[in-house]
Structure formats: structure tokens, C-alpha cells
């Protein structure tokens, strides 16, 4: 009896970790979001705004809202990944604003920035081959598309894992070396585009024939 009392402390401990970590992940999202509104606004000050650009600029504005009010409310690990999508929506009008703002296409509605979701709606697919892996078709923003095309490194999100900051790519690898030495709860809450392409890793290494890198 006193095991399974045990376990069951564990486990909810590890579901409290987990939303304690996933909520750091949102709140520094919707930060980054407010900020880029912020910097914003400058701009819409002293620009005319034709309705388009208007009903965009409050789109992003009011999907900010939206995801301030639903991380105050967050207290369970669907609440706060109920949070992606709002930003999602919210990045899209932003992009559609600076577009109009700059007279250039508007922007379709495509997978975030693989990179870094922050850098809002991808614009195009490009090839890249991450460190000790393999060539890729990935989805890319404008800014980092640019940057690989003049040989630069992109600008990739660093997710915490136990006491280090990585690339989100190498989670995967970090995950595993912490699991083995502490558990769980070492690496519970990272980001659900860094788990889905470790489950998407995890399947491939387990087919026969599959790869191991990215």
C-alpha cells in the first residue's frame, strides 16, 4: 500500500511539473507576442489604416487577449497547449498586417516557422540539415529563409532541458540521456512541436530501415 501511495504522489507531482514547465514555455510565447504588438503599435501610429489592415491589427490584438486571459486560467497540461493555436492565429494577422503595412503579398495560412514558432507563419520550404542529421524539407519564415540562403545559421529556439538550454532538434537526444539518469520529471513540459518530432523520430528509428537523425 504504501508503494502505490507512492506512485500515485509521483505521478501527480510529475503532472504539477509538467504544467509548471508548459506554462513557462506559454508565458514566455505570449511575452514575445506582446512585445511584437508593442513594436507594433509604434508603427500603427502613424500609419493610415485601411480597413483590411484594421481588422487584421485587431485580430492580433485581440488573440493576444485571448491568450493572456487563457494562461491566467491554465491549470492542467490541455489548458495550456489549448494556447498554441490562439497564438497561431494571432502571428497570422500580425504577418498579415506587416504586409499590408509593406505592399507585399499577403501571407497564406502554412505551419509555423519550423525553426521557432514565434517568428510566426512560414512563407516558404526549404532544405537544411541539422547537426549530425540528414537533409530536410522544412517550413521557414522570410527572416531565417534569408539566413540560410546567405549561409548563415538560423535563429533556432532554445528549449530548456533539466539545467541546459538546446535546440529544440536535439531534445530528443537530451530527453534520453535524463530519462535514463533521473526520470520524468527531469524533462516533462517541453514544447508539443519538440515532442511531436521526437515521436516522429521515435517511430522512424523503430521501423526497419528508419533513420536517425532529422
Not at 20 to 27: F, G, N, W
Not at 46 to 70: C, F, I, N, V, W
Not at 135 to 143: D, K, M, S, T
Request: proline content about 7%; aromatic content about 6%; some cysteine.
Amino acid at each position: 500500500m504504501r508503494w502505490i501511495l507512492g506512485r500515485r504522489r509521483e505521478r501527480r507531482l510529475a503532472v504539477l511539473d509538467e504544467v509548471r514547465q508548459l506554462r513557462r514555455v506559454a508565458d514566455e510565447d505570449v511575452t514575445v507576442f506582446g512585445e511584437q504588438l508593442a513594436e507594433l503599435h509604434v508603427d500603427m501610429l502613424t500609419t493610415e489604416l485601411d480597413p483590411g489592415m484594421r481588422s487584421d491589427y485587431q485580430g492580433a490584438l485581440d488573440h493576444y487577449e485571448r491568450a493572456k486571459a487563457a494562461l491566467a486560467r491554465a491549470e492542467d497540461v490541455p489548458a495550456v497547449r489549448g494556447i498554441d493555436p490562439v497564438l497561431e492565429d494571432g502571428r497570422f494577422h500580425l504577418a498579415c498586417v506587416l504586409a499590408r503595412r509593406d505592399g507585399i503579398e499577403l501571407p497564406k495560412r502554412r505551419d509555423s516557422c519550423f525553426f521557432n514558432p514565434q517568428h510566426g507563419p512560414a512563407v516558404t520550404d526549404l532544405a537544411w540539415t541539422p547537426p549530425g542529421g540528414v537533409e530536410r524539407q522544412i517550413p521557414v519564415c522570410g527572416a531565417d529563409a534569408r539566413r540560410l540562403e546567405a549561409g548563415e545559421p538560423p535563429d533556432v529556439r532554445l528549449v530548456r532541458v533539466g539545467d541546459r538550454f538546446v535546440p529544440w532538434f536535439q531534445v530528443e537526444r537530451e530527453r534520453g540521456l535524463l530519462l535514463a539518469s533521473f526520470g520524468p520529471m527531469a524533462v516533462g513540459g517541453v514544447p508539443k512541436y519538440v515532442m511531436l518530432e521526437a515521436d516522429i523520430n521515435r517511430t522512424r528509428n523503430n521501423t526497419p530501415g528508419g533513420g536517425s537523425g532529422l
